[in-house]
């Protein structure tokens, strides 16, 4: 059997791609031979995508884990430290266990989210309500840093409040990690078009283009040291993407360097009242 690699243009594209392809030569009667070729590209894209998304993993463990064993060094010797540098080694520790369990339960959810296709329940969200919860856990999160308004002009959503605060919740929170003190954050509901839309608008940093079609793949970061200062796990944005699939949603991001960004939510009409 022999893998051979074929780079071939894609419709309506000028960029070429490779395809790989398995080549079996089988043996057909005394004097007659079959040759079978099979595609395989997407078992290998899959393969691919399956030992880099635990390389990802094992490097986002690590660091944390690195940070606790090299504390604990220091507290089995009882005459290292005093009792000052012992509450400030605890500290350090308590907050790399924190986003491990987080980075933990952020693996879960997004598991349980690619399993299933559709919500387990729905019912109409109230949206002015979601939207004042989302409000003060930001201002929460914020502690000050960041002035939150909210604008709530639309109607109910048909879907799962659970899963819609989790995916609005990630919004939100990505805002205020990644903007600077003194910022304005923009929570808005509204109907444009027909469709319903929730927006989540910054006057933070921006994001350059190049780096907006890949901002929703896992542990994607455009800025890696800032994440992980930011106690960021690298999974918010796919947790988003797979919610609002599963409320035929989509996910809009729009955003300039040095002007802030919009991520936008949009849904489908007949989510909107009255129910059809």
Partial sequence: MRTV????????????????????????????????????TDARRVESMRS????NVSHELRT????????????????ALDAEQRRQFARRMSEQTARMLTLVDDLLTLSRLEAEDAPASEEAVDMAELLLQLRAEGESL???RHRLEVICQGPALRGNRKELHSAFGNLVSNAIRYMPAGGEIVIEWAVRDGAGVFSVRDSGVGVAAEHLPRLTERFYRVDRGRSRDTGGTGLG????????????????IASEVGAGSTFSAVFPDWRLPPWK
């Avoid at 960029?15 to 099979?38: E, W």
């Avoid at 944390?64 to 005459?79: A, C, H, N, R």
């Avoid at 944005?237 to 809009?252: D, T, Y």
């Fill in 5 to 40: 690699h074929s780079p071939f243009a894609a419709a309506g594209t000028s960029a070429a791609r490779t395809r790989v392809y398995t080549i079996r030569v089988v043996p057909l009667g005394d004097a007659n031979k079959l040759l079978v070729s099979l595609d395989v």
């Fill in 237 to 252: 944005l796919a947790i988003v993407k797979h919610i609002l699939l599963r409320h035929q949603a989509s996910l809009s």
């Fill in 64 to 79: 944390p884990l690195t940070v606790v064993s090299g504390f604990l060094e220091y507290f089995i010797d009882d005459g």
């Fill in 142 to 144: 914020s502690d000050g």
């Fill in 52 to 55: 880099t998304f635990v390389a």
